[in-house]
C-alpha cells in the first residue's frame, strides 16, 4: 500500500497509485485547503510542496510523491500560530474570493525558501504561475515585501 508523508504525518493510502495527489489529499485525507480548478496544470491552485518544491498536486500522482515530503496549506502553521506568509496574508487583506489562495500561499511560501529576499520581478515570476481570477497579485506582492520586513525585524 503507498505511503504518504504529509504535514509531517505518515498515511497508508489503499488507492491506484496512479490517482492523483489531489485526491489523495482531499477524498482520503480529508485535507480540503487544496483547491481543484483546472485539474490541467494550468492554474496553480492546488500546489503543494514536494520536498520544499511547489508541485500541481492535480497532475502529480500518488506513485510520485510517495515517501517523499509533502506539505499542504494546513501544515504550515504550528498550533494556533500562523506562518508568516499566512499572517502577511492576513496583514495585507490579500484574499478575495479566495479560491486560488492556498496556491498562492503554497507558491510564496516555496519562493521565499528559495530567494529569502525576491526582488518586485522575482515576486511577479513566481506568483505568476498562479492564476487569480479576482485580480489580487499586487495584494500578493505586498504581503511577501511584508513578510521579508518582518523576517528581518522592520515592520
Ligand atoms: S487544478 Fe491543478 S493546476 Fe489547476
Ligand atoms: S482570490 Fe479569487 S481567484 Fe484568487
Redesign the pocket.
Known sequence: MPALIVNGKKYEVDVDPETPLLWVLREQLKLTGTKYACGISVCGSCTVLLNGEPVRSCVTTLAMSANQEITTIEGLSVGKALHPIQQAWLDES????????SG?IMTAVALLKNKPEPTDEDIDQAMSAV??????YLKVRKAIKRAVRKSKGVV
Open positions: 490579500v484574499p478575495e474570493c479566495g479560491y486560488c489562495q498562492q492564476l487569480c481570477r479576482c485580480g489580487t
